[in-house]
Nanobody
Framework: EVQLVESGGGLVQPGGSLRLSCVAS????????MGWFRQAPGKEREFVAA????????AYGDSMKGRVTISRDNAKNTLFLQMNALRTEDTAVYYC?????????????????WGQGTQVTVSS
């Protein structure tokens, strides 16, 4: 079992930046590839970025590519998402997810554990 707790969301103006964090706890052997997803009202959950625990392999979704950077601190079991040049359409709940495999995946169905999410609102 893995527990995930996100933080760092909030209200930001268009063009601004935010850094999300996700702390994982529980079975260390299950904290492998981790990712960020987002879900806006009335829309499906969307892949943002993911990173493997070993080898630092990353993948980015098309909607935020070039504006976000994923990173992690394995010693602290913490995943980060640096978001820049935010747009109003980036408003959503952002979720952290973990899978019990080191392979990076883009589909939400491939992830085993999820956090509660953190709200990001981009508005002037």
């Amino acid at each position: 079992e893995v527990q995930l707790v996100e933080s760092g969301g909030g209200l930001v103006q268009p063009g601004g930046s935010l850094r999300l964090s996700c702390v994982a706890s529980g079975c260390a052997f299950s904290i492998l590839a981790m990712g960020w997803f987002r879900q806006a009202p009335g829309k499906e959950r969307e892949f943002v970025a993911a990173m493997s625990r070993f080898a630092g392999i990353t993948a980015y979704g098309d909607s935020m590519k070039g504006r976000v950077t994923i990173s992690r601190d394995n010693a602290k079991n913490t995943l980060f998402l640096q978001m820049n040049a935010l747009r109003t359409e980036d408003t959503a709940v952002y979720y952290c997810a973990d899978r019990t495999s080191n392979t990076v995946e883009r589909s939400p169905s491939m992830y085993d554990f999820w956090g509660q999410g953190t709200q990001v609102t981009v508005s002037s």
